[in-house]
């Protein structure tokens, strides 16, 4: 790793990545360099507050994610959480640990992606920490928001009666992760291996998330999204955190569920079942939420003047507690409560 200081590397990592005019329209008053950094917010707003950690190993390996991908995706897993409360995200603290023997070039790429993904989204980077580590690299990305006093989007609203719907395809994460396993190629080493185009769409949807910002700003301002959540863990897990923050049962149904053509492919050569990758993969960062029934349609109409998607993809009921999927026969399956789990 560099020489440089812990203040000389901040600096090196940090300066000349968002220009002063940048964060003063955002309302950074003060932002890195001193202890802490001060903003503004505009009145009769509340903070949205998350942070999320990857870990070298757990989260990423060298054959699953370049560098820059490293701190892309880590940016954009907390901006996705804020997205999911049809938040505007403002402002992020970065913190990293380093490995020692860490190449200067491996940091500068982490953070390239890092001022990417916030650039893209409008957040100001302005602070963090960065310490050496015994253990793999990790970075924590802390991000704050700002949402209309009393208009955050929670999960526990979902109502009986309430449409179940996605924000977009699902799934693509989870199959370009096994992809990318299978073959075990290092990633620097991406370029030169034929992947075809279906098979870099899958690999791009797990390097390269998209947090939905503008989806769930959208479905904040309708008036018409009762409750929301991000798809980190997979699609049966994050409709049972719905299920079980409103006290309502959530019917999946099979034959709505939009299943991707490059998705469809994968799970035929790995002899699969793509509801498999939808259900329990994780890490697409769509969006999940409810709306009640007879605001669906104007809705799904509102999504598609703005070029989103939106899907309809199951109901709320009050006869059952939990997730269950409405198979094709009309058979109705209780789905586990599973998917991505740290522990």
Known sequence: MSSLDEFALIRRLTEGKQSAAFQQASG???GIGDDAAVAELA????????CDTMTEEIHFKAVTMRDQDIGYKAMAASVSDIAAMGAVPR???VSISIPKGTPQDKLDA???GLFECANRWGVVIVGGDTTSAIGGLTVSVTVIGEVEAGKALLRSAARTGDVLFATGMLGRSAAGLELLLDKHIPSDQWEEHSFDDAQRTLIRAHCRPEPQVEAGQLLQRSGM???LNDVSDGLASEAWEIAEASG???DLIEDRIPIAEELLAQALKAEK???HYILYGGEDYQLVGTVQAEHAITLQMMFKEAGLELYLIGYVNSETKGVRLVQSSG???PIEKKGYNHF
Request: with cysteine; hydrophobic share 50%; charged share 5%.
């Open 110 to 112: 982490v953070y390239h």
């Open 331 to 333: 058979n109705a399956v």
């Open 91 to 93: 402002y992020a603290l």
């Open 225 to 227: 999204c009762h409750a």
């Open 28 to 30: 950074v008053v003060t």
């Open 248 to 250: 309502v049962g959530i």
């Open 273 to 275: 079942d793509p509801l």
């Open 43 to 50: 009145p009769d707003s509340q903070l949205v507050m998350t």
